[in-house]
């Protein structure tokens, strides 16, 4: 007997039904449905893969895959610094005043030396050693007149001075000058300050 079509709309949907139904009928009719599916699946990407074959890598690419893969690696390790040697400066000489003639020895000078050693001798009994100082103020280096606060006047064994003030060492800034006294003879430095002034910035006993 040969099969009937389905001409109705009723009758197609309760066909499409029972065939939509048939996989959830029983375990084995849903694995053997899903085998046709996934085979239905690979033989599709099968047939696109063989019309649609990969292109081949071109000699650009290839050459420049090679060149990347032997580059070598940059180094890690930090950098060497090398410590430049240090320069050897020659030696300075030593700095001397040019000695001059003793006649040069200026004038304000040697009257400087002659008043310092007049107020340094010991003076009266009833002077101070703030009054012994002033008097040596103004002859004498600011620097210096530090050094003399800590000379006891009433020690000072000269009373008097007995000679001429008299150059022994002449510099283009700098005199040394001899001053007898009645106890010792004083060698008096005199310098020349900034201001152009001469003062004494030091003594020592000959």
Known sequence: MAAVPIRSPRGR????????????RSPTHLAVTAAVVLAVVVGVSTALTALNPPAPATA???????????RPA?????RETRTPAPTALPPLPELTPSPQPLSSAPAAALQVASAWSAAWVRPPEDTTAEQWLDGLRPTTTQEYLGVLATVDP???PASRVTG??????????SVEVEVATDALTLLVLVVRTEDGDWRVSGYDRV
């Open 164 to 173: 001429e003030p008299r150059p022994v060492s002449v510099a283009a800034d």
């Open 154 to 156: 009433a020690a000072i």
């Open 74 to 78: 940059p180094s890690s390790s930090p």
């Open 60 to 70: 650009t690419t290839a050459a420049s895959s090679t060149q990347g893969s032997s």
């Open 13 to 24: 949907a309760a066909a499409y039904r029972a065939v939509w139904q048939w996989p959830l």
